[in-house]
């Protein structure tokens, strides 16, 4: 069997997104339950796919998997869980304090922050109270992103200590007692956490540098919190026959590299591999054949399909330099290759002579890694969260608190302290950001699906916490909105890849940003082996696969797509993401 060894009750599966800890947790779980177990698996993703990989619609309650006894699993919505929360906060003061009041407090639990504490409310019920899951031999948490997941797990000492420190009665989720009462409960969430005899981490990666090196980084910020009983697994894994085939050659030497070259107390974790599969890990005939790839049926005679497919993005950044200036946003599922993408299109941009800024919003994306040197004309920044909030905490206290006594100081310092200034101090870097493409162009790598949409949503949310707190908002705030909405001054492409779940999370994200009145540019077909050239049996059945993926793209989501082919050189560095926008 090609999956970890399970000894502990909790397992959190958790990486670099797009590297399949939704198929690996779901796999598990599924090998679990046919041993016997009454196994419930849970997503933390505000992207989950977990209805889509399991062939069910999901709710926030425990639901049986059809053709798999003993196997439950469930999601945590995270906008159903902030109105439970914000309901059951506000609920004991209806009829109590005047409506005026009562407004007041839903507004302040209408922010991010809430929706990041409610979420993690119900999931510290499902981990920190044993007596939730009681039923249930294994809890498998099929967790988000990796920059999402470490912070869902420092919320407990996050938010324990705002509790412990704050000596008013609100903050920016309202009531503090409401809190207070929580505290034990995420108390007991810490130490199960950390527990080696009662839960697991397992860190998913695939065979290349990038994923690996997050894997890495999430170790050493998992051992900061306590938490040392880790596992690694490597997923996707070719290897073996290459046949001679240029692809395959490439694609089995570039992961022999990065797996040699992987840090070596990466290494030495108990180490898993699992084999690349042609044909996705969707339904449970899939996942049993993840459990078990020697079960697959090696491939005979297949060909790769003749189709027409749509052109490379050289086109593209052409049509899009000619505007002189603007941002470029590139949004998609985690690990479609979002941040590879917008770095070639910054260089190309640059190498035309233009004067670029490449930037991100995402806490785990590599911008600078996947540039790898120096380009004329291109800046290469970072939002970082703990700069921008001691710039914005400095800011608010010089501007707001000089007129203040020392108590009012106290009770702005306080409300300073609340994670929620992090939401608004990287929201202000976001707007700032995008003010710059009217003088050039900006380039954003944006994070992941569910947290890009939360940044975009936080907008009125952000308003009021500034009124409250500031009393003015930043011009570049104000012109936000309207610029993500102008189609002339930002241009959205939205990445995915030729499979299943990235279409399909791509197919939410637009309705996402249709609902936000924000209309996509162009969609990115990312890593296609359909349009690589090669003719390995293998490889040849992955493009045939890809085929209905691309052609519903090209041919239904989009006015405009663009296809980028599997490439025997790595796109790193200038003349790798060169070669990534083709000629």
């Given at each position: 069997?090609?999956?970890?060894?399970?000894?502990?009750?909790?397992?959190?599966?958790?990486?670099?997104?797009?590297?399949?800890k939704t198929?690996?947790?779901?796999?598990?779980?599924?090998?679990?339950?046919?041993?016997?177990?009454?196994?419930?698996?849970?997503?933390?993703?505000?992207?989950?796919?977990?209805?889509?990989?399991?062939?069910?619609?999901?709710?926030?309650?425990?639901?049986?998997?059809?053709?798999?006894?003993?196997?439950?699993?469930?999601?945590?919505?995270?906008?159903?869980?902030?109105?439970?929360?914000?309901?059951r906060m506000?609920?004991p003061?209806?009829?109590i304090?005047?409506?005026?009041?009562?407004?007041?407090?839903?507004?302040?639990?209408?922010?991010?922050?809430?929706?990041?504490?409610?979420?993690?409310?119900?999931?510290?019920?499902?981990?920190?109270?044993?007596?939730?899951?009681?039923?249930?031999?294994?809890?498998?948490?099929?967790?988000?992103?990796?920059?999402?997941?470490?912070?869902?797990?420092?919320?407990?000492?996050?938010?324990?200590?705002?509790?412990?420190?704050?000596?008013?009665?609100?903050?920016?989720?309202?009531?503090?007692?409401?809190?207070?009462?929580?505290?034990?409960?995420?108390?007991?969430?810490?130490?199960?956490?950390?527990?080696a005899?009662?839960?697991?981490?397992?860190?998913?990666?695939?065979?290349?540098?990038?994923?690996?090196?997050?894997?890495?980084?999430?170790?050493?910020e998992?051992?900061?919190?306590?938490?040392?009983?880790?596992?690694?697994?490597?997923?996707?894994?070719?290897?073996?026959?290459?046949?001679?085939?240029?692809?395959?050659?490439?694609?089995?030497?570039?992961?022999?590299?990065?797996?040699?070259?992987?840090?070596?107390?990466?290494?030495?974790?108990?180490?898993?591999?699992?084999?690349?599969?042609?044909?996705?890990?969707?339904?449970?005939?899939?996942?049993?054949?993840?459990?078990?790839?020697?079960?697959?049926?090696?491939?005979?005679?297949?060909?790769?399909?003749?189709?027409?497919?749509?052109p490379?993005?050289?086109?593209?950044?052409?049509?899009?330099a000619?505007?002189?200036?603007?941002?470029?946003?590139?949004?998609?599922?985690?690990?479609?290759?979002?941040?590879?993408?917008?770095?070639a299109?910054?260089?190309?941009?640059?190498?035309?002579?233009?004067?670029?800024?490449?930037?991100?919003t995402?806490?785990?994306?590599?911008?600078?890694?996947?540039?790898?040197?120096?380009?004329?004309?291109?800046?290469?920044?970072?939002?970082?969260?703990?700069l921008?909030?001691?710039?914005?905490?400095?800011?608010?206290?010089?501007?707001?608190?000089?007129?203040?006594?020392?108590?009012?100081?106290?009770?702005?310092e306080?409300?300073?302290?609340?994670?929620?200034?992090?939401?608004?101090?990287?929201?202000?870097?976001?707007?700032?950001?995008?003010?710059?493409?009217?003088?050039?162009?900006?380039?954003?790598?944006?994070?992941?699906?569910?947290?890009?949409?939360?940044?975009?949503?936080?907008?009125?949310?952000?308003?009021?916490?500034?009124?409250?707190?500031?009393?003015?908002?930043p011009?570049?705030?104000?012109q936000?909105?309207?610029?993500?909405?102008?189609?002339?001054?930002?241009?959205?492409?939205?990445?995915?890849?030729?499979?299943?779940?990235?279409?399909?999370e791509?197919?939410?994200?637009?309705?996402?940003?249709?609902?936000?009145?924000?209309q996509?540019?162009?969609?990115?077909?990312?890593?296609s082996l359909?349009?690589?050239?090669?003719?390995?049996?293998?490889?040849?059945?992955?493009?045939?696969y890809?085929?209905?993926?691309?052609?519903?793209?090209?041919?239904?989501?989009?006015?405009?797509?663009?296809?980028?082919?599997?490439?025997?050189?790595?796109?790193?560095?200038?003349?790798?993401?060169?070669?990534?926008?083709?000629?």
């Open positions: 069997m090609s999956l970890p060894a399970i000894q502990t009750r909790y397992l959190f599966f958790t990486g670099k997104g797009g590297v399949g198929s690996l947790s779901c796999a598990t779980g599924l090998v679990l339950a046919e041993a016997g177990k009454k196994v419930l698996i849970v997503s933390t993703d505000p992207a989950s796919n977990l209805d889509e990989v399991l062939g069910v619609d999901l709710s926030q309650f425990p639901t049986a998997i059809p053709g798999a006894p003993g196997l439950f699993a469930l999601n945590i919505d995270p906008e159903t869980a902030a109105h439970t929360y914000r309901e506000v609920a003061y209806r009829g304090l005047p409506a005026a009041a009562i407004l007041s407090m839903e507004e302040q639990f209408s922010g991010a922050c809430t929706v990041e504490i409610a979420a993690f409310d119900e999931f510290s019920k499902l981990i920190g109270d044993p007596a939730i899951t009681a039923g249930f031999d294994h809890v498998v948490f099929d967790t988000a992103p990796t920059g999402h997941t470490l912070r869902l797990l420092t919320l407990p000492s996050a938010w324990g200590e705002f509790i412990s420190s704050s000596t008013g009665g609100a903050s920016c989720l309202g009531p503090l007692a409401g809190l207070e009462k929580q505290k034990a409960l995420y108390a007991a969430t810490v130490a199960r956490l950390s527990s005899s009662e839960t697991t981490v397992i860190l998913v990666a695939r065979a290349d540098t990038a994923s690996l090196r997050e894997a890495n980084r999430t170790r050493l998992l051992n900061g919190l306590g938490i040392y009983n880790q596992t690694l697994v490597i997923n996707g894994l070719f290897s073996g026959d290459t046949a001679g085939d240029a692809i395959a050659v490439a694609m089995a030497a570039r992961a022999a590299d990065a797996i040699d070259s992987m840090p070596s107390e990466l290494a030495d974790l108990p180490q898993t591999r699992v084999p690349f599969l042609p044909l996705g890990a969707v339904g449970l005939d899939a996942l049993r054949e993840m459990a078990h790839p020697e079960t697959a049926v090696a491939p005979n005679g297949i060909v790769m399909p003749e189709t027409l497919l749509p490379n993005l050289h086109g593209l950044v052409d049509a899009i000619a505007k002189g200036h603007g941002v470029i946003m590139t949004m998609g599922k985690g690990g479609v290759g979002k941040t590879t993408v917008a770095a299109i910054a260089v190309a941009l640059a190498k035309k002579g233009h004067k670029v800024v490449l930037s991100t995402d806490p785990a994306a590599h911008t600078a890694a996947a540039i790898d040197g120096v380009v004329p004309g291109l800046a290469v920044t970072r939002i970082d969260p703990v921008e909030v001691k710039q914005y905490t400095d800011e608010v206290l010089a501007k707001a608190g000089q007129h203040l006594d020392s108590g009012g100081r106290a009770m702005l306080e409300d300073l302290r609340s994670p929620c200034t992090e939401e608004i101090a990287v929201f202000r870097a976001f707007a700032r950001t995008v003010d710059e493409g009217k003088d050039g162009f900006v380039v954003l790598d944006t994070a992941p699906t569910g947290h890009t949409i939360l940044l975009l949503d936080a907008a009125e949310a952000y308003h009021r916490e500034v009124m409250r707190i500031q009393g003015d908002m011009k570049a705030v104000l936000l909105l309207p610029r993500l909405r102008d189609p002339s001054y930002t241009r959205v492409l939205i990445v995915t890849l030729p499979e299943a779940t990235p279409v399909h791509a197919e939410r994200l637009a309705a996402d940003l249709a609902r936000a009145g924000i996509p540019h162009a969609w990115i077909v990312n890593q359909l349009a690589s050239g090669t003719k390995h049996p293998i490889l040849c059945q992955r493009g045939a890809e085929e209905p993926y691309i052609r519903r793209v090209a041919d239904s989501l989009s006015k405009q797509s663009a296809l980028i082919p599997w490439l025997v050189e790595a796109p790193v560095g200038e003349s790798g993401l060169e070669h990534l926008i083709g000629a």
